[in-house]
T-cell receptor, first 113, second 111 residues
């Protein structure tokens, strides 16, 4: 089944404790992105990647890191999480670029205490 | 800059009612326009899209027409069902850069 998977789905952590949210797609897509969804703000892009080893900042990259060492994986790293990073996070992938259909993962709900 | 403005929700309708969710945009050039839907507890799914002026996107009874003269891409459905209850996001893609989403409109349909 073609899909985007994220892990974990739910995470409660404390301020400053490094964490990684994994994202994997099995569709051989070039583009991958991370978004955060907050009430009243909609979705905002954090980072995106156009191919292996090619990443760029989105609208809200502060406090996040990403890497794209393999085509299928695009982990999101929070080196020192803070409470304002409490949010619902989505990974997405698309065949070529953002005019193509974005396929979203199921989401990761992160709470930083 | 580039932006998307959606009507504020929630929108509450009875089954079989007509639905319109307004979406207007600001962008340079000729962006592609999208409607994505998010069902409870799930990620977003593409509902429909249009890539040039006067194009009409359609899917599952939903339609939206790309109106460049009014910079709009309003979502319509002639007869909503309870299963259409979800959050709807309008989005634009200006010249291949990242997607820009509206804030979302919650639709609640009762039987």
């Amino acid at each position: 089944e073609a899909q985007v998977t994220q892990n974990p789905r739910y995470l409660i952590t404390v301020t400053g404790k490094k964490l990684t949210v994994t994202c994997s797609q099995n569709m051989n897509h070039e583009y991958m992105s991370w978004y955060r969804q907050d009430p009243g703000l909609g979705l905002r892009q954090i980072y995106y990647s156009m191919n292996v080893e090619v990443t760029d900042k989105g609208d809200v990259p502060e406090g996040y890191k990403v890497s794209r060492k393999e085509k299928r994986n695009f982990p999101l790293i929070l080196e020192s999480p803070s409470p304002n990073q409490t949010s619902l996070y989505f990974c997405a992938s698309s065949v070529r670029d953002f005019t193509d259909t974005q396929y979203f993962g199921p989401g990761t709900r992160l709470t930083v205490l | 800059g580039n932006s998307v403005t959606q009507m504020e929700g929630p929108v509450t309708l009875s089954e079989e009612a007509f639905l319109t969710i307004n979406c207007t945009y600001t962008a340079t050039g000729y962006p592609s326009l999208f409607w994505y839907v998010q069902y409870p507890g799930e990620g977003l799914q593409l509902l429909l899209k249009a890539t040039k002026a006067d194009d009409k996107g359609s899917n599952k009874g939903f339609e939206a027409t790309y109106r460049k003269e009014t910079t709009s891409f309003h979502l319509e459905k002639g007869s909503v069902q309870v299963s259409d209850s979800a959050v709807y996001f309008c989005a634009l893609n200006p010249a291949g850069t990242a997607l820009i989403f509206g804030k979302g409109t919650t639709l609640s349909v009762s039987s």
